[in-house]
């Protein structure tokens, strides 16, 4: 006899070989053993309903709990929670491949950047171009993330550098917000570096960025960032930019020690910032005060490995101190055209020894963390939103295991289908 069905869903995902989840225990991010904590599920499948989770279980216990309105079948596969990249810079004209060979050659960065190439070259780039054209190859790069299986992105402008294509970016950014494709979280990076035009006035630029282009984009953007490093902004231009933009309400982001131990992650930690970004420099005092703030570290593995360093972000250390991680692609014209968090996963397990759950927990659930987004999404569990990856693996840590392979199948946003192979 067939015991009655008890309720029923939109949509049930069936038969997978593995349902690979971190676990939102604390509802915060995750840091310590934790995040090497991750719920592995076998014949594990989803219920859905009006885009949310509602179980994650047994495939045989949720087709004899619910009925559904559609059903898809995965044998053979497994389920991760959608990519969360927390740090990109996607809206961008050219690109900077002469700047590459140049690296390989052996030509530091940093006189890249004093040469006026670097940041500076794909400004002029993204300044010739018209807001339709920027859009047009955003939307592009956009849609190979959801292909590699990103489900939510920030994105930062930063490649205007003044009022008006500052503005014009972060439009673009909008717009892909608003479209509803993908969870699309908006940063304001107009600290980015110093455009040509205020070379031989600093200050006016910093003031420009506090006074008129932090009131203006309010509404634009909900983080601001800057690049507090060796050859970019100070530590106190970037505590006058802070300050200003936390009374206006925006919340923060920092470039830090990256290329030099600068100070950035303590400032980062004494301002509250959502998260610091690259830390590849980063000191055991700005280990300590990170760990003391609860701020973010958003690891920047591809970054280190375009740019040929040898040295790496301290993950290990930067866990066992208490510090929550994430990764990112930092996909950029420049240091970084990687756009997929597979990848960041396999170098972050190769290059700076996070074991295959600490990765997964660092590019899902504190990824969406370091966006303002943990509660709604990095993780399969009951209430999130349906956000949700599936590879053509029996286990995830193939996501690391075959490095350089999409895995990638299907991707489901907030229950909705929104690619597949």
């Excluded at 006026?116 to 018209?130: E, M």
């Excluded at 101190?321 to 990764?327: M, W």
Aim: contains cysteine.
């Amino acid at each position: 006899m067939v015991k009655n069905k008890v309720d029923t869903v939109d949509i049930l995902l069936l038969d997978f070989e593995e349902v690979a989840t971190p676990k939102d225990t604390y509802r915060k991010p995750i840091s310590g053993d934790a995040q090497n904590d991750v719920m592995v599920l076998e014949n594990g499948g989803i219920a859905i309903r009006d885009g949310r989770i509602v179980e994650v279980s047994n495939s045989r216990e949720l087709e004899r709990k619910y009925d559904a309105e559609r059903v898809f079948r995965y044998p053979g596969k497994t389920a991760i929670p959608g990519f969360v990249d927390p740090h990109t810079h996607l809206v961008y004209g050219g690109c900077r491949h002469r700047e590459f060979e140049l690296r390989l050659r052996g030509v530091p960065y940093v006189e890249i950047l004093k040469a006026g190439g670097g940041i500076n070259d794909t400004v002029a780039q993204t300044r010739a171009l018209d807001e339709s054209a920027l859009y047009s190859l955003a939307r592009q790069r956009l849609r190979t993330a959801i292909a590699h299986g990103t489900t939510s992105i920030e994105i930062k402008s930063g490649y205007g550098l003044d009022v008006e294509n500052e503005l014009k970016i972060l439009r673009v950014i909008d717009r892909l917000r608003r479209e509803n494709e993908i969870t699309v979280v908006p940063t304001f990076l107009g600290a980015h570096a110093i455009p040509p035009e205020y070379r031989r006035d600093r200050a006016g630029y910093v003031r420009l960025v506090v006074e008129k282009m932090l009131p203006e984009f309010r509404g634009l953007a909900e983080f601001v960032d800057v690049f507090m490093d060796e050859g970019a902004f100070t530590a106190e231009e970037t505590a006058w930019i802070f300050r200003e933009a936390l009374k206006l309400g925006y919340r923060l982001k920092l470039h830090a020690d990256e290329l030099a131990p600068t100070g950035g992650a303590e400032l980062a930690a004494e301002f509250g910032a959502v998260s610091a970004d690259h830390l590849v420099k980063i000191s055991d005092e700005g280990i300590r005060k990170m760990a003391q703030a609860g701020t973010i570290a958003v690891l920047l593995p591809a970054t280190t490995f375009m740019l040929r360093h040898r040295e790496y972000a301290p993950a290990r250390k930067l866990i066992e101190s208490g510090v929550p991680v994430a990764l990112a692609t930092d996909h950029n014209p420049g240091t970084s055209p990687v756009i997929s968090q597979a990848i960041s996963m396999g170098l972050a397990t190769m290059m700076m020894d996070m074991t295959p759950a600490e990765a997964l927990t660092a590019a899902t659930l504190n990824a969406a963390y370091a966006i303002g987004a943990g509660e709604e999404t990095g993780s399969l569990e009951s209430g999130k939103w349906a956000d949700v990856a599936i590879l053509d693996a029996h286990s995830y840590v193939h996501t690391v295991y075959e490095f350089g392979r999409n895995l990638v199948t299907a991707v489901f946003r907030r229950g909705e289908l929104i690619h597949e192979t």
